[in-house]
C-alpha cells in the first residue's frame, strides 16, 4: 500500500474536521451555509459482498449522503454533482470490526513495562495503535480493557471529535479483576503501592464487583470487562484456575444491564467458561478450554464466542514474552484451535476478537485466514467481523452492513476475498462515517 497517500489523506481528513468541527455551527455563520445539504458520494462497486444474505453482488452503486448510506442497489441514480469513487475493479465491503483489542495500552509483551510511563505518555505512545487499526480497515473496534484505567474512555472520545483518526471504538474502562488476578498488575513486591489507575477495577466481592461497575458506568465505559479464569499473559497467574464466583459474575451481569451495558468474560478454563454464560455474559473472550457442555451452553444461551485463535503465532515468536506467559500458554493453542472448529460445526455464534496488542496493531486481518483453516467459511468469517460483531456490540441499527441508514463505513480489496480470504490482509480503500481515510491510488 502506498502509506504516505493513506496518511495525506488521514491528515487531510484531520484538518477538515479541526476545521469544520461537527459540534455547533458558530453563530455568526451564514444562513446559507448552515443549511447546506450534506455532500453526496456514489461509489460503483464491482464487487459487493452483502453480508447480510451472505451472498456476493455484482456492479452495485453505493449513495453516501454525509455520513450515511442512503441507497444500495444495481439501479441506484447519481444525483447530479455528486462526486463519483470508482472501486468498480474492487470487491466492496463493510468496515470491519474486531471485538477484541486493547488499543489504548502499550503494545509490550511485558505488562509492567506501563511502570515506566506516566499515564499521559502511555496515552500518546497508542495514537497510532488506533490509526493503523482504522487504515487495517478495522471501522470499529470493541476495545476489551487497559491497564491505565479510563485511557480507552480518553481516546474513543479524542476519535470521535477528529483530535486522532481511528476506528470508532467501545470501551470498557478498566478491568473487572479480583486483586492478583488476570487483570491485575502483578509481579511487584507487595510494599510497591500501584497508583489509582493501575487497580481501579479489582474487587473481591458481588457488591465490590457492583460498586465497580457503578463507578465504570458513571466514568462511560460502554460495556464491561470481567475476568472469570486466570490469564495466559500476566504474572502468577494460571489459565487453568477460576477466579470470580458464579455469584460475582451474576452480580457483574445484573448491575452492568442497570446501566444498559453488556459484559464480556475473560476465561480459559472450562468452569470459569460455563459459570460466565450461566451468568448471562454477552460474549466469551479465548473460551480456549471450552468443552462439550459449554459449547451447548453457549448455543442455549445465545452467547458470542470471541476466540482469538491466530495470536499464538505472536505469542510464541515474539523474544520479548516472558518466559512464564510462555509457560502458561503451553498447552493452550492447539486446544483453543480444535475448539473453534467444534463450536463452529456446533452452530454456535461466533465474533471476530483478536486480542490485538498482543499481535502488533494493525495485523489484526491475518486472523481471517485461520478462522477459514479450522472450519469457516471465508462468508462465515467475514461476517464474523462484520453483522455478528454489530450484533455483539449492540448497533447493528448503526453498522455492520453495507445498508440503507446504516453508517458509511466501508472497505475495499482487490481480488475477492471469498475466493482468497487472505486478500483482506490488504485493504486498499477505507471510509468511515462518509469520510475517505485511505485509498490507494
Ligand atoms: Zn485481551
Request: net charge negative; glycine share 8%; hydrophobic share 45%.
Amino acid at each position: 500500500m502506498n502509506k504516505n497517500f493513506a496518511l495525506l489523506v488521514a491528515a487531510a481528513s484531520i484538518f477538515a474536521s479541526l476545521a469544520c468541527p461537527a459540534q455547533q455551527p458558530p453563530a455568526a455563520a451564514p444562513a446559507a451555509l448552515q443549511a447546506a445539504p450534506p455532500a453526496v458520494t456514489a461509489i460503483r462497486a464491482g464487487k459487493f459482498i452483502d453480508v447480510d444474505k451472505g451472498r456476493e453482488l455484482d456492479n452495485q452503486i453505493i449513495l453516501i449522503r454525509g455520513s450515511k448510506i442512503e441507497a444500495v442497489g444495481a439501479n441506484v441514480a447519481i444525483p447530479e454533482g455528486a462526486a463519483i469513487i470508482d472501486l468498480s475493479k474492487m470487491t466492496v465491503l463493510p468496515g470491519l470490526i474486531d471485538c477484541h483489542t486493547h488499543l489504548a495500552d502499550l503494545a509490550d509483551a511485558e505488562p509492567l513495562n506501563v511502570l515506566q510511563r506516566s499515564a499521559v505518555e502511555t496515552a500518546y505512545a497508542a495514537i497510532p495503535n488506533a490509526a493503523v487499526t482504522l487504515l487495517a480497515g478495522f471501522t470499529t473496534v470493541r476495545d476489551v480493557g487497559v491497564y491505565r484505567a479510563l485511557n480507552d474512555v480518553a481516546m474513543r472520545d479524542a476519535i470521535a471529535r477528529g483530535l486522532i483518526i481511528g476506528p470508532r471504538m467501545y470501551v470498557a474502562g478498566a478491568y473487572i479483576t479480583i486483586s492478583q488476578g488476570a487483570g491485575a498488575m502483578t509481579g511487584l513486591a507487595p510494599d510497591i503501592q500501584l497508583p489509582w489507575d493501575l487497580h481501579y477495577g479489582e474487587a473481591n466481592s458481588p457488591w465490590e464487583v457492583r460498586q465497580k461497575i457503578r463507578e465504570l458506568a458513571h466514568r462511560g465505559a460502554d460495556h464491561i470487562k470481567i475476568l472469570s479464569t486466570g490469564a495466559v499473559l500476566t504474572h502468577g497467574s494460571n489459565p487453568k484456575s477460576i477466579e470470580f464466583t458464579p455469584e460475582e459474575l451474576r452480580a457483574a451481569v445484573e448491575e452492568a444491564a442497570n446501566f444498559g451495558m453488556r459484559v464480556e468474560a475473560h476465561a480459559h478454563a472450562a468452569e470459569g467458561i460455563k459459570n460466565a454464560i450461566r451468568a448471562g455474559v454477552a460474549s466469551i473472550e479465548h473460551a480456549t478450554l471450552i468443552d462439550d457442555e459449554g459449547i451447548a451452553l453457549a448455543k442455549q444461551h445465545g452467547t458470542y464466542l470471541d476466540m482469538d485463535i491466530y495470536d499464538e503465532e505472536c505469542i510464541q515468536s515474539s523474544g520479548a514474552t516472558p518466559a512464564d506467559f510462555l509457560q502458561h500458554d503451553a498447552e493452550l493453542a492447539e486446544p483453543q484451535r480444535r475448539n473453534f472448529t467444534k463450536a463452529v460445526r456446533a452452530g454456535v455464534k461466533m465474533s471476530f476478537g483478536t486480542d490485538a496488542g498482543v499481535c502488533p496493531h494493525g495485523i489484526n486481518a491475518r486472523q481471517f485466514a485461520f478462522m477459514v483453516k479450522y472450519g469457516m467459511t471465508p462468508m462465515q468469517a467475514i461476517q464474523s467481523a462484520t453483522v455478528n460483531a454489530a450484533d455483539l456490540i449492540g448497533h447493528p441499527e448503526l453498522f455492520g452492513s453495507i445498508a440503507a441508514g446504516k453508517s458509511a463505513d466501508i472497505v475495499a480489496v482487490n481480488g475477492n476475498p471469498l475466493a482468497d480470504i487472505r486478500e483482506l490482509e490488504h485493504v486498499h480503500f477505507v471510509m468511515k462515517e462518509g469520510k475517505v481515510f485511505k485509498q490507494d491510488p
